[in-house]
Structure formats: structure tokens, C-alpha cells
């Protein structure tokens, strides 16, 4: 890395009309000397090369500046499409962001005006949505294969896949963040407990669809697992690439930058993978104006910077705060609320608990009073508060949905590799989720059905795969058609083998035994126990305490 951008130097030196003047030899030494002997010769020959380059190692007066004496390794763009002149099509392209939080909009814009640019690959958690972020290029069909942990709503991207248009390697999002992580640090694979049993581990996995007759074109490959202290594990390769681009709120001119709240995300992680770290960023400042004990990303993984020309960050799912309002009439919403409510009971006090999309989120509302629990937030956030005002709308903090929310007194913001550390090491206490299939051991299903719907796992393997942290899954008791979503074993893609700890419905509550299988523990109102067995697909036994099903 330091060849690199010192030859970057050497080319940025030959640049100037005093190529020669200067001994080639003398411009890679690792001091910047010439520049403090020779001041009035480069603003002579080359006024604007002194402004980019000279004076970013002076002080703010204009006064010799310590930092004269050491290299200056990152170059600063005028314009995004100067900064990304040099790439190449068949790229590696690892790009930052989360939904369309902290994305590198400026950069992917310039980009999409490169045709000559394509059969890219592209590393990223997702692709932002149709007209947005990444949607663009796949707009533009400039990517052939996506990198990702979730498709989500971008409704062309799943078409492409769909369709064969598109290779599409799904990673679980904690694994692929850590893949990064751990390219950047030199570390060539590593274990990890997330997909074992799974498509991820057993291989089979749709990476690409044959156009004609929809069979699968490519499938991924098996991996190779191993046993640490009797729990299996999957063995993963990190990822690097030739370019990241990635999204800032501030960098100073030694390349040192500052992320904004829930922006950092896989931004982080992505820049220390790459071979060319590219940041788009908010403001750019003079060496010495930020504080290093609040530097996220030294600068010695960025190579280029670029001021952003975003007018307005974008807000994927605007929520806000609602006023208490009188009781919906609506079926659906009386059975959502009848599982949060029974869900809000397994909080206890001083849990840290992370809680998916939908019924889970809603479980929060009912947490009982005394209680204090800490919701972590997969995206990068610790201490999840409430939905916002208007006036709180911040489009730098929004949770795992791409929701705006806020964030609670004594909370804390980090990068999506460091979020999912927390949760596969077992510092997470209950996960909440919803499930499309659980079995009766405890296998869980809730990512994709082979062929006709695909959104990715997500998070949701990681926050399975631990083994550590209790989880429960809230879910209709059936599907709109009437089958059975509680089975003897789960006929869709699982999410994670032998996971689940209770199964949480708007008919009871069963308690799961990963070896002896379902137990009824809870009834709700006006539920028959025939009625459990004629909407249930699998035998299960009754408990001796069978209770009427709580609320909170």
C-alpha cells in the first residue's frame, strides 16, 4: 500500500515542470523536504499544483508546518469523475452504505456516466433501490455479478436475478462485513458459527439463474466446516477489492476521517479492503482541525478524496412518532399487537436485545414499565430510541429497516463489522424475528423461496448462528392460504438449524426443545387446542401448566 501511493507521489511530483529539476531518485524518499527548499519555484511554474499540494502543508497563516516533513499520500479530487478516471471494467468495487444511508452517491453518479465501465463486481451490503445508489448501475447494466446480504426493495435488482441477467452471490450481512474486515487486516479466512446447515454452508445456493429455463446456472460451493469446542463452525474467505467507494462526513487533508452516526456502517470496513479507497465526503478541513481521539478511519487506508455534490441525503422509510390514537378495528393489526404484546414479556431488565422488522419492532412499544432494556441495532447503533418528530428527522440515523429512529441517552454509534462482533460473541441477549417456516426442532426459515421471492438473509443468520443469544420468533400462526408455517422440517432455504427458543403466534405460545421438539405452554383466548392441531404441521406435547397466554 505505501508502494502505491508513493508512487502516486512520484507521478503527482512529474506532474509539475520540475521534473527537471529534480532528481527522481530524491522524490521517493519519504520526507516532503523539497517542499519547504523550493516553495517559490512550484508556485512560479505551477500555481495550481501549489494550492493542492503545497499548501496543504502549511499552516493556516501560511507558516512552515511540522507536516512538511512527511508524505502526503492522499489526493484530492475537484470532481468525481476525475477521481474515478482510472477504473477500469471487471472491477472489484466495494461500496459503503446501508440502504441508502451513508452511500457514495456523488461517485456512483460519475460512474454511471462511464459506459466504457462494465462487468463489474460489487461488494456491497445492497443496492439501494431502483433509481438510487447502485440501482443505477444495475440500471445501466454495468454490474455482472452483486456481492450482498440483501436485495430488499430494489425491485429491479431481484428481477435481474431472477431473470438470469444477474449473478447475485448472497452473504450473511455480519459475515460478509467481517470478510471485509478481515481483508483489509491481511487475514486470508477465518471460522465462523453463521450458516452452518445452511445453503451458505452446504452449498446449492442460486448465484445464477440459466435466462431460458429458470434451473440454476451457477450454484455456490461447499464449504469446508470444522468443530471448536464441540459447536461447528464454517470456514469463510475475506474479501478484497481494486476500488472502494465509500461515504464521509468529514476528512482532513492527511486523509483522516470522521463518519456521522449511523452513516459509518460498512463504510469502515469496506475502505481498509481495497486496493484504491476512494471517499466521498461532506467537508473537507485542513491537517490539524480534526481531533484524533475521534478519527474512525486513519488515513493511511484512503488514497483519494472527493467533495460530495448531494444536495439532500436521502430517507429511505420516513417514520415518525405517533400520538396515542383509539384502538384500530382492523383484524391484523389486533393480531400483531396480541404477539408484540406476549413478546414484550421475555425482556428482562438489563437485556441487550436486537429486534427485527415488523412484530418485533412493535414489541418495544410494550416493554413493561421498570424494565430497561438496550436495543442493539445491526446497522451500527447501540441504545435504539424512539421513532422521531418531524424536527428529530436525521438522515444519517435510521435502525436495521432503513427506518428513521433516534437514539437513546448513553447510546453508541460503530461501523457494521463491529456490530455483528457484539452479536457473534454473545454480548446480545435475545434476538426477536419473524419466521415464513420454524420446525419442531428449532430450524428456521425466513429469507427466501427458491425461484419466485428473494430479499436475502440479511442479518437475521448471524443473529441465529451464535448459539448465545436466546431467540424467538413472532409470526401468524399460518400463512394468508391457510398452510401450515410450524412443521415437522422446513421445506424453504433455512435461515439457521436448531435455533429458535419459542415460537410466539396470535393462537399460543410453544417453547422449543431442540432434541425433544414442541411444547404448548401458552393458549390465547378463545383458542380451541383443536384448533392448534388442525393449524399446526407437526405433533407437539402439552404442557402439565398450560397457561392462558400473557400480555403485556
Known sequence: MALRRGHSLIQSVLRTKLATKINVCTSVLPTRSYFNTNLE?????????????????????????EIATRPQFVQIYDSAEQALLDMKSDSTLLVGGFGVCGIPETLINALAKRPD????????????????????????????????????????????????????????????????????????????????NTLIHEGGQPIKY???????????????????????????????????????????????????????????????????????VEEIVEIGELDPNFVHLP????????????????????VLKKEPVAASAKKSDSIREKIARRAAIEFKNGMYANLGIGMPMLAASYIPQGTHVILQSENGLLGLGPYPTESEIDADLINAGKETVTISPGGAFFSSSESFAMIRGG??????????????????????????????????MDLVGSGRSRVVVLMEHAAKNGDHKILNEC??????????????TEKCVFEVNKEDGLTLIEIAEGVQIADILSSTGCEFKISENLKPMLQA
Not at 483519494?304 to 422509510?317: A, G, L, M, N
Request: hydrophobic share 35%; net charge positive.
Open 491 to 504: 421445506t424453504l432455504p433455512l435461515t439457521g438449524s436448531r435455533c429458535v427458543d419459542l415460537i410466539i
Open 210 to 280: 440459466d435466462p431460458v429455463d429458470k434451473s440454476v446456472e451457477i450454484p455456490s460451493d461447499t464449504k469446508e466446516s470444522r468443530v471448536f469446542k464441540g459447536m461447528n463452525y464454517v470456514l469463510e474467505e475475506s474479501i478484497t477489492g481494486d476500488y472502494a467507494l465509500i461515504k464521509a462526513w468529514k476528512a482532513d487533508k492527511a486523509g483522516n476521517i470522521i463518519f456521522r452516526k449511523t452513516a459509518n456502517n460498512f463504510n469502515e470496513p469496506m475502505a481498509k479492503a481495497a486496493n484504491i479507497t476512494i471517499a466521498e
Open 41 to 65: 519555484g512550484i508556485k512560479a511554474l505551477n500555481p495550481n499544483k501549489y494550492e493542492k499540494i503545497v499548501k496543504t502543508n502549511l499552516h493556516l497563516d501560511g507558516s512552515p508546518n
Open 299 to 318: 488515513g493511511i487506508y484512503v488514497d483519494r478524496i472527493v467533495k460530495s455534490d448531494t444536495e439532500e441525503k436521502r430517507i429511505e422509510k420516513r
Open 117 to 196: 465501465v462494465s462487468g463489474l463486481t460489487v461488494v456491497s451490503n445492497n443496492a439501494g433501490l431502483d433509481n438510487v445508489g447502485l440501482g443505477v448501475l444495475l440500471q445501466n447494466k454495468q454490474i455482472k455479478r452483486m456481492i450482498s446480504s440483501y436485495v430488499g426493495e430494489n425491485k429491479e435488482f431481484e428481477r435481474q436475478y431472477l431473470s438470469g441477467e444477474l449473478e447475485v452471490q448472497l452473504i450473511p450481512q455480519g459475515t460478509l462485513a467481517e470478510k471485509c474486515r478481515a481483508g483489509g487486516a491481511g487475514i486470508p479466512a477465518f471460522y465462523t458459527p453463521t450458516g452452518v
Open 427 to 460: 454480548h446480545v441477549h435475545l434476538t426477536m424475528l419473524g419466521a415464513m417456516q420454524v420446525s419442531k426442532n428449532g430450524d428456521l426459515a425466513n429469507w427466501m423461496i427458491p425461484g419466485k421471492m428473494v430479499k436475502g438473509m440479511g442479518g437475521a
